[in-house]
């Protein structure tokens, strides 16, 4: 499900602006947004060291995914959706990506969910005509 409507909102135009962009224009199932850069309240020693946790379950490309930003290091996590979370093979499903800085993260992450996107550009031709 696309959630454009939520790019709108002028608090995604801020931190993690390209981010964002790709994973509401994505076609993604279930997004949990844990980041605690959208919350104002005081934040404590984890939370100003952990300010970006999305959890997403995209099941077109069979996959569990986790983009954090903890203790100054951008990471994508993937695992297989389809299987039992306490198996093996749930656990050696996992692949770990880190990155420097937000456009190399954006540009795995743009990787990953080609398949997703690839329906949005289909979309966006039907449109033109």
């Known amino acids: 499900m696309r959630r454009t409507g939520n790019l709108q909102n002028t608090i995604y135009k801020t931190k ?6 790709l994973i509401f224009t994505a076609d ?11 919350h104002s309240v005081q934040k404590g020693y984890v939370e ?21 930003h ?20 749930y656990h050696d499903s996992h692949q770990r990506y880190s ?7 954006c540009s795995k992450l743009k990787e990953i969910l080609e398949p997703c996107l690839a329906i949005e550009k289909e979309e966006e031709l039907e449109y033109d005509r």
């Open 16 to 21: 993690y602006r390209e981010l964002y962009k």
């Open 70 to 89: 903890e203790w100054g290091k951008l990471t994508i996590t993937t695992a297989q959706l389809d299987l039992d979370v306490d198996s093996k093979e």
């Open 48 to 68: 100003m060291n952990r300010p970006l946790w999305i959890v997403m379950e995209v099941s077109k490309i069979n996959k569990r995914m986790w983009i954090c």
């Open 28 to 38: 993604i199932d279930t997004i949990s947004d844990y980041s605690n850069w959208l």
């Open 99 to 105: 990155f420097s800085n937000q456009r190399d993260l």
